[in-house]
């Protein structure tokens, strides 16, 4: 059974970078597409971004333009790599298939950026 961690998170300054990776145990050709969610504090868990096995893309409408999403299924790796970030980034990052399976939730990794 494939299982997945997150790494990558920190603290970061506004405007600043990160890049978050998501290793899997095994093959992420066979679960599919792959996505990062987040959950900041008192809200619920939002859909971030999703990657198909062939590589398209899609993006939530508050992180287009700022975030890419990329695998590397060689790797069995996904990864989100964050730009320009706001204050309103701030949250735990998931990595998860999509739609979102129980079994696949992680730890997450927390990335907290300040004003």
């Known amino acids: 059974q494939v299982q997945l961690g997150e790494s990558g998170g920190g603290l970061v300054q506004f405007g600043g970078s990160l890049r978050l990776s998501c290793a899997a145990s095994g093959s992420i050709v066979s679960i599919g597409d792959m996505g990062w969610y987040r959950q900041a504090p008192g809200k619920q868990r939002e859909w971030v971004a999703r990657v198909t096995v062939g590589g398209s893309t899609n993006y939530a409408a508050s992180v287009k333009g700022r975030f890419t999403i990329s695998r590397d299924n060689a790797k069995n790796t996904v990864y989100l790599q964050m730009n320009s970030l706001k204050p309103g980034d701030t949250a735990v990052y998931y990595c998860?298939?999509?739609?979102?399976?129980?079994?696949?939730w992680g730890q997450g990794t927390q990335v907290t950026v300040s004003s």
């Open positions: 998860n298939v999509l739609p979102a399976v129980f079994r696949y």
